[in-house]
């Protein structure tokens, strides 16, 4: 093996491109294999949010110009968190109160919560690596060799070989189904529909000021929600920066080639979901134009403007997602090959930390990488130090998120679910209704997971 190992990630989803932006910067050589045909495709725009412990790893992979790129491209941030009834009144809102005008105090500059298209953070990510990333490659499976190297081979006849092979090709990982067979996804038993609504001075209106500022939850009667994001962004229609942003950031926008290739504007985001046995079985099947008369069919006793929001939504944008889960197994033996994010620990949408479990493995395999490279420990230790670190967090945080809801919980059952569903609403408002200095311990505690580096500081302090 070379000095320097030439790591193969196959998959150009967030942690894999974090992954191989992070090792270029240090000088490891480095190939991403990706299916999608292009840059343009794959990803339409969706929002994910980026935690604390998310946005370290991306300031500390990328190169400084292009972590000031991905500071400017985010969406503007929301100030509220909410759960909203369906006729959208206030349930229990955590965020600053703040009179007219007054802005909330500026957060740690890398370490905080942002909002991003999906699209945007693909874009911002490949920025860079064009002499890395080869497209049209599907993988299809790989052979280790007797030096310890490791071949993968594709679709099209050509392979690829390296000192390192690294899984990063999503839930349905065809390394991981090859390396691990026994890692297996369950059915969370969740179903979800997402959309986009375009963001106009008619859609604006539909949403109260702590909705339109916030991230909403909406429940309603029969174990039916949506959560609501509204995501503009620092350019126009038009593409080009808006007047309202600073300089800087224009300067940064309008110099960034990614823009190039991403098609977002400003939209509300929503998903309507509710129990697999509460969906039609045909669901996955359905188009856009289906999937909202369903969503307006389901929504009868909802207030107008949420049916109106629903009904103007973009049938283009609108699929369905069936929530699935990954079931944790015990660390596996080390070899040159290895896993980061989905291909190992997919996990539910219940406590959105799925994309920044990706980032964090994507950091830390990148400074054990890096120490194998500059002789700090062999490579084997290298990955194997990762895989223990990454096991424990990683599956730990499976377990969590499926904790916050899977389709066998009460609120989703014939008889008991109302009443449930109305428990739940009284605990809320008793809870709104306490002292702000009470309702913030609250929040603390909801968030500690998406700061993992700040809540091991405090407990080693």
């Known amino acids: ?11 150009a989803g967030t942690g894999g491109l974090c992954l191989a932006q992070g090792l270029k910067q240090a000088g490891v050589k480095v190939t991403v294999s990706e299916r999608d045909r292009t840059r343009r495709d794959g990803l339409q725009g969706y929002r994910v ?46 965020g600053p109160e703040l009179t007219e005008g007054q802005q909330p105090p500026e957060p ?6 942002r909002s991003v298209s999906r699209m945007t953070l693909r874009q911002v990510l490949l920025t ?39 899984a990063a090709d999503g839930s349905n ?3 991981r189904g090859q390396y691990l067979p026994d890692a297996k996804l369950v059915d969370a038993k969740l179903i979800g529909l997402v959309g986009k609504t375009p963001l106009t001075e008619e859609t604006r209106k539909l949403l109260p000021d702590k909705v339109f500022n916030g ?24 593409g080009k920066p808006k007047d309202t942003i600073g300089g800087t950031n224009s300067e940064l926008i309008e110099s960034w080639p990614g823009l190039l290739y991403d098609n977002t504007r400003d939209y509300i985001m929503w998903s309507f979901g509710s129990a697999q046995h509460k969906m ?4 996955m099947g359905l188009k856009g134009p289906q999937l909202r008369e369903l969503v307006i069919e389901r929504t009868t006793r909802w207030h107008p403007n949420l049916r109106k929001l629903f009904l103007l939504g973009d049938t283009s944008t609108i699929f369905p997602i069936n929530i699935r889960t990954s079931e944790p197994i015990p660390q596996w033996k080390t070899t040159t090959i290895t896993l980061l994010g989905d291909a190992i620990h997919t996990m539910t949408p219940g406590r959105g930390i799925g994309a920044n479990t990706a980032l964090r493995d994507a950091r830390l395999l990148c400074e054990n990488l890096v120490k194998a490279r500059e002789g700090g420990m062999t490579l084997l230790d290298a990955i194997h130090d990762y895989e223990t670190q990454m096991v424990e967090y990683g599956f730990d945080a499976v377990i969590k998120s499926r904790s916050a809801g899977t389709g066998d919980d009460a609120v989703y059952k014939p008889v008991i679910g109302p009443i449930v569903a109305m428990i739940g609403r009284t605990g809320m408002r008793l809870v709104n209704n306490l002292p702000r200095q009470m309702k913030m311990k609250i929040a603390e505690n909801m968030d500690k997971d998406r700061d993992q580096e700040k809540q091991k500081k405090q407990a080693t302090a």
């Open 1 to 11: 093996m070379s000095t320097s190992p030439h790591v193969i990630i196959i998959g």
């Open 49 to 94: 949010g980026i935690s604390p412990d998310g946005s370290r790893a991306l300031h500390a992979c990328l190169p400084p110009e292009l972590w000031d790129v991905f500071v400017a491209t985010c969406a503007r941030k929301p100030f509220y968190f909410g759960m909203w009834s369906e006729q959208l009144r206030e349930l229990l809102v955590f």
């Open 108 to 113: 740690d500059p890398i370490a905080q919560d």
């Open 128 to 166: 860079g690596l064009e002499d890395v990333v080869q497209f049209d490659k599907t993988f299809t499976h790989y052979e280790q060799r007797p030096d310890g190297t490791v071949t993968a081979f594709f679709d099209d006849g050509t392979s690829a070989t390296g000192d390192v092979l690294v």
């Open 173 to 175: 990982s065809r390394v």
């Open 215 to 238: 991230i909403s939850i909406v429940s309603g009667p029969g174990g039916y929600s949506t959560i609501i994001h509204v995501m503009e962004f620092p350019w126009g229609q038009d």
């Open 280 to 283: 039609p079985a045909d669901l």
